[in-house]
């Protein structure tokens, strides 16, 4: 039996984010405070005679296997750069368990997660720096996937500031299963030169000190969402009103909603009250990754 190779793709959450400006490029300049989630997409690999993706799961139908699949990019763009440490094919399989195109980075982590299985396949480790460099090739998202931890994104979300301590939280994360198009999204922005993020509290170790902090941030896409699907605003409400909620708020460029919360026994309390309320709905609970 061949063996198996795993790695973790975790959902991706804004929990502030906002649009500073826009360059020449078309490209935005934002600030965001970024954690993970544990729970994601799953990225297997084993040896075989050519490469090939599958792709399964509860959302697999919504994504094609081709070249342009983020994983199957991530592949060749690996063997490109250091072709001496994949000398055979792989059969990767890609378990799709976020929903696609909800604002969680979903195709950014799958992608990070290959880079991240490949550079561990074997062979001297490699430095983070170069594989940063082909993550941001891949994609404005993927460096900071394949940090996955806490941390400040600047820039089109490139310039990583990765934090040293956070304190220990709970999420619990709602999308309607439409899917958003963040071109739409930033189309109907109404400002795009808004003011940055405020300085984060150092060190930054109680749920306390995040809630306030955060409710002196945004996310300036949120707004524009909303105008485009309507149900977000619903989710933030109905989340907003759990026991124990902190912060209730749209990810990324939507259409997932989270609500933050101090303990596990809240946030499942709260997962199950709006999966109840909204049984077609995709809801899951989790912690949030901290620094190592």
Excluded at 13 to 18: G, I, S
Excluded at 48 to 58: E, H, M, N, V, Y
Aim: aromatic share 4%; proline share 11%; net charge neutral.
């Amino acid at each position: 039996m061949p063996p198996v190779h795993a790695e973790a793709a975790p959902a991706k959450v804004n929990l502030a984010l906002h649009v500073t400006g826009r360059r020449p490029d078309g490209y935005h300049e934002l600030e965001s405070l970024v954690v993970f989630a544990e729970v994601g997409d799953e990225i297997e690999a084993e040896p075989a005679p050519a490469d090939s993706l599958r792709i399964t799961g509860p959302f697999g139908a919504g994504l094609g296997n081709g070249e342009n699949n983020l994983v199957a990019r991530a592949v060749a763009a690996f063997r490109r750069r250091w072709p001496e440490r994949l000398p055979g094919g792989l059969s990767l399989t890609l378990r799709k368990n976020l929903p696609v195109a909800a604002g969680l980075g979903g195709g950014s982590a799958d992608a990070a997660a290959t880079l991240r299985l490949l550079a561990g396949l074997g062979g001297a480790p490699l430095p983070l720096a170069a594989l940063g460099e082909l993550a941001l090739a891949l994609g404005a998202d993927v460096p900071m996937c394949l940090l996955s931890k806490p941390c400040l994104a600047g820039g089109v979300g490139e310039r990583l500031t990765p934090l040293r301590d956070f304190p220990p939280c709970h999420m619990v994360l709602v999308n309607p299963l439409v899917p958003v198009s963040t071109p739409d999204v930033f189309r109907a922005l109404g400002k795009r030169d808004n003011p940055g993020l405020p300085p984060l509290p150092d060190p930054l170790t109680r749920p306390a000190q995040l809630g306030l902090w955060l409710a002196e941030t945004r996310n300036d896409l949120e707004t524009p969402a909303r105008g485009i699907l309507g149900s977000i605003g619903v989710l933030v409400d109905a989340m907003g009103k759990r026991p124990g909620c902190m912060l209730a708020r749209m990810s990324g460029s939507g259409a997932t909603v989270f609500g933050l919360f101090g303990s596990a026994a809240q946030a499942h309390q709260a997962a199950h009250d709006l999966r109840e309320r909204m049984p077609a709905y995709w809801v899951a609970a989790a912690p949030l990754i901290l620094p190592a």
